[in-house]
């Protein structure tokens, strides 16, 4: 299996001197085929919903080869979402490898805390029991039930109460990983009661005439509305931390994961200045006691950044932001203001500039007397990718891979080849790109029909670089 795997690499490498132009690789096909290996909802990827996750698939080719990176190399994912490049690299078949993650949306980090970390099954049970019974013993009046027009817009009245007194009663445990599962099965939750649209990722308003014509998706909108409206929370939480709890328990089937030899851990919020926080609970990152990620430590970089303006990464967790506690609109907007890839650029704030790579500063001067808003956002969104390259340039060793997997998309109906503008910015930052695949989109959680300016996402692209020594 080693070798097969490790000749297929060869057989790309070979291809791409002869012709770099990027080669059409099924990653799921060659992962069947390679590793015999499958991925579905059964383990702890499906956890929860995340908007525009990273295909497993990908990460579990990429991670099988000897060639990117050494069997017990340090894996970092800068943009880690909700955890897949961390959970690969610990059930990976061939080499199990501990991560670190670098996360800014905090849903993201805490999902990712929570599909990497092992759990024993009955004590999981035992404390589901235990926040049951306060649940349902607990008074209304004895708790402080959110009272803004924010929360009254997306809850009715009883699922405003019960998921007040879930929450209380969650919170009445102590801080650990245990919370954090529990937290993260509420978190889905305050989404599944709420009144907003379930086929749409951001938080839309949920309109039930959009869907007459369609017997199936109507079904679905008639049990959102009834959810909404007259919730059975108990029985919600409780089916939805046993069908978790399963999934959980896969982990418990790697002995690296098990006896901690193999970890992943969030450590850090922003990827344009990669450091070491400490991880607390609840998705936070603490930050009294920091320091970089160490110059030529990391063996292997594997990340999906966000897609230029094609996703509301912030907004699409707003129900679930609006209840951590830390967490109030101010601070939700700081969070997505300091977004790579956000749209709404404030334009005061914007100094434009040539970014040294042509073809980009080009694209932004093009753009620029059609939409200046729209110029702001590409011209933001190459400027901070540039920050991530330097810094991930300094963190991997010498003669090390990073992989980004990225997808073109369109602003102001000119069509953004992300992947080859990435490519230049890594290449004027001292990597050399050893090869290019691209991979159709199928169904991850990504907006692949977009209306606007956002265009259709068709395809990925998988841009390996080297740092040159």
Known sequence: MTNAINDLWDDLHLKYNSNPEPIQFNFRENAIKFLNEK???????????????????????????????????????????????????????????????????????????????????????EKKEIILNDFKNKKIHSIMVPNTSQFHFWYSKKALQELTKLKDSINNLENDDYKDFFWLNFSFLTRKISHADPFIPPAVLLKPYKYDNSIKKKKTIEDAIKNAENPNLFNLFANLVSNNSKRIASLNNVTEIQTKKKTAEIIWDDARIMKYGSYQYAGKISKIKTKKIPKSSIDFIITSPPYLTAQKYIRTSLLELMWFEDIIEEKRLEIQNNSIGKEDVHLTKIDFHDLGIPNIDNLVKKTLPISRSRSAEVFQYFYDMKIVFKEMYRVLKNGANAVLIIGNNRVSGETIETHKFLGEIGKDCGFEIILELKDPIRTRGMITKRHGNGGLIKEEYALIFKKET
């Open 39 to 125: 991925r579905n909802n059964t383990t702890s990827h499906g956890i929860y919903p995340y908007p525009g996750r990273l295909y497993p698939y990908i990460p579990l080719i990429l991670l099988s080869l000897d060639t990117l990176c050494p069997p017990k190399g340090k894996i970092l994912d800068p943009f880690c979402g909700s955890g897949t490049v961390l959970l690969e690299s610990l059930i990976n078949p061939i080499h199990k490898r501990s991560a670190i993650g670098i996360e800014i949306n905090p849903i993201g980090r805490l999902i990712s805390k929570v599909k990497t970390t092992p759990l024993n099954l009955d004590i999981i049970n």
